[in-house]
């Protein structure tokens, strides 16, 4: 059964880094569009990363240009963020999303989440 898992996630200090990973099972990254999604306590999910199927742009949120950078490797089949530069208001469940096209359909994936939290 199709499903991607995150993990990578964890506590650090503000200036740090972390690197997350989403695998995917069932499908191929290189077939689907990747996003990473954060949701703060009380606030909405937001869109940090993306990265399309073709693997040749990425996108990323006005807060954490510079400082993260989303990339595939299609051998492990996964997705990576890495996080540098941390700040505590990176603090956040992150998510991995893959929308992947069979044909003319897509479909959705989420994974479960891992916490980041960035503090001293």
């Known amino acids: 059964q199709e499903h991607v898992v995150e993990s990578g996630g964890g506590l650090v200090q503000p200036g740090g880094s972390l690197r997350l990973s989403c695998i995917a099972s069932g499908f191929t990254f290189s077939s689907a569009a990747t996003t990473w999604y954060r949701q703060a306590p009380g606030k909405e999910r937001e869109m940090v990363a993306r990265i399309p199927r073709s693997g040749d742009t990425t996108n990323y949120a006005d807060s954490v240009k510079g400082r993260f950078t989303i990339s595939r490797d299609n051998v492990k089949n996964t997705v990576y963020l890495q996080m540098n530069s941390l700040k505590p208001e990176d603090t956040a469940v992150y998510y991995c999303?893959?929308?992947?096209?069979?044909?003319?359909?897509?479909?959705?994936?989420w994974g479960q989440g891992t916490q980041v939290t960035v503090s001293s």
């Open positions: 999303n893959a929308v992947n096209w069979l044909g003319a359909t897509a479909y959705d994936y």
